[in-house]
């Protein structure tokens, strides 16, 4: 069993920055790909970054391509999300997401773990 706990969320205005935490705790994290979803409201859950076991390589959405930044620590059993030049239409509830497997993938289903969430407010 995994338990991932989100933090970092908040109201900011366009244009300003967030990172975004998430702590792992219950199994080996550093052997496991992690991934950002995002959901707003009315919407499907949709994927947003992933990473994969070792920190090396990952992948982002292209809405967000450019402006936000996945990494992890393993050391503290944590990822991040730092999201730069934010706009309105990345207002949602973000999660994160743990995999059994060591690399990423981009689809909700490729998950096995989730975390509660933390709501994210971008003003115009």
């Known amino acids: 069993q995994v338990q991932l706990v989100e933090s970092g969320g908040g109201l900011v205005q366009a244009g300003g920055s967030l990172r975004l935490s998430c702590a792992a705790s219950?199994?080996?994290?550093?052997?496991?790909?992690m991934g950002w979803f995002r959901q707003a409201p009315g919407k499907e859950r949709e994927f947003v970054a992933a990473i994969d076991w070792s920190g090396s390589s990952t992948t982002y959405a292209d809405s967000v391509k450019g402006r936000f930044t996945i990494s992890r620590d393993n050391a503290k059993n944590t990822v991040y999300l730092q999201m730069n030049s934010l706009k309105p239409e990345d207002t949602a509830v973000y999660y994160c997401?743990?995999?059994?497997?060591?690399?990423?993938?981009?689809?909700?289903?490729?998950?096995?773990?989730w975390g509660q969430g933390t709501q994210v407010t971008v003003s115009s």
């Open positions: 997401a743990c995999r059994s497997g060591a690399y990423y993938v981009a689809v909700r289903n490729g998950y096995d773990y």
């Open positions: 219950g199994r080996t994290f550093s052997s496991s790909g």
